[in-house]
């Protein structure tokens, strides 16, 4: 079983994708293995005339079709998610999220767009054909922190929140292997990352 983590965010490091690294890194410590690709990495031409026949493009496609769970972030622009993460949802099969767990993140800079998920992101998650999208995780700035040191720190009432969606994340994922959601694993599961193909390097920590 394996976990994608899909970022949306134009700018890195930014907020949205250290919350996303930290979610992927929590769920690594449960025994799941993740990769990971940041759209902004894909070959912009192409990403835009959705050219299907590029290589990067083509291998970013198949990531997402040959992984278990999906968690997707993004920063909110204008009242919803970037042009750059609808720019690649659009170049999925109308069924690309089948059969899959999805958890959507987003971050911003105030209240005022804690629903942006719901009304803007959700419903092309369902119209893709996800099996199950968690409830959708909204942050803003005063609930994130990032230290140098220290690197990424949550206030308390979105620490519960990014808790229960890993929580769930990793239920689904052991219910899919048939195990008991409560059921640890035997060992980790090795990272496996993106990385490895030259269009697709890893998130970088400030």
């Given at each position: 079983m394996s976990i994608l983590l899909l970022g949306g965010s134009p700018q890195l490091p930014s907020s949205s994708s250290r919350l996303l690294l930290h979610i992927g890194e929590q769920l690594a410590l449960q025994g799941?293995?993740?990769?990971?690709?940041?759209?902004?990495?894909?070959?912009?031409?192409?990403?835009?005339?959705?050219?299907?026949?590029?290589?990067a493009i083509a291998h970013a496609v198949r990531a997402v079709a040959e992984a278990d769970a999906i968690v997707i972030a993004t920063p909110i622009y204008k009242a919803s998610y970037?042009?750059?993460?609808?720019?690649?949802?659009?170049?999925?099969?109308?069924?690309?999220?089948?059969?899959?767990?999805?958890?959507?993140?987003?971050?911003?800079?105030?209240?005022?767009?804690?629903?942006?998920?719901?009304?803007?992101?959700?419903?092309?998650?369902?119209?893709?054909?996800?099996?199950q999208v968690f409830t959708s995780i909204y942050a803003n700035a005063q609930q994130?922190?990032?230290?140098?040191?220290?690197?990424?720190?949550l206030d308390?009432?979105?620490?519960?929140?990014?808790?229960?969606?890993?929580?769930?994340?990793?239920?689904?994922?052991?219910?899919?292997?048939?195990?008991?959601?409560?059921?640890p694993a035997d060992?980790?599961?090795?990272?496996r990352s993106l990385q490895e193909q030259p269009y697709a390097p890893q998130f970088q920590a400030a």
């Open positions: 799941h293995s993740y990769a990971k690709l940041h759209v902004r990495d894909l070959p912009a031409r192409a990403l835009l005339q959705a050219d299907h026949d590029d290589v970037t042009g750059l993460l609808k720019a690649f949802l659009d170049l999925l099969p109308q069924d690309g999220l089948a059969g899959k767990l999805v958890l959507p993140l987003a971050t911003g800079g105030g209240h005022a767009h804690t629903l942006a998920l719901d009304y803007a992101l959700r419903p092309v998650l369902h119209a893709l054909g996800a099996k994130l922190a990032w230290h140098e040191e220290h690197g990424l720190s308390a009432t979105i620490a519960a929140r990014v808790q229960a969606g890993i929580d769930d994340v990793s239920s689904g994922l052991f219910l899919l292997q048939g195990r008991p959601p409560s059921a060992i980790a599961v090795p990272l």
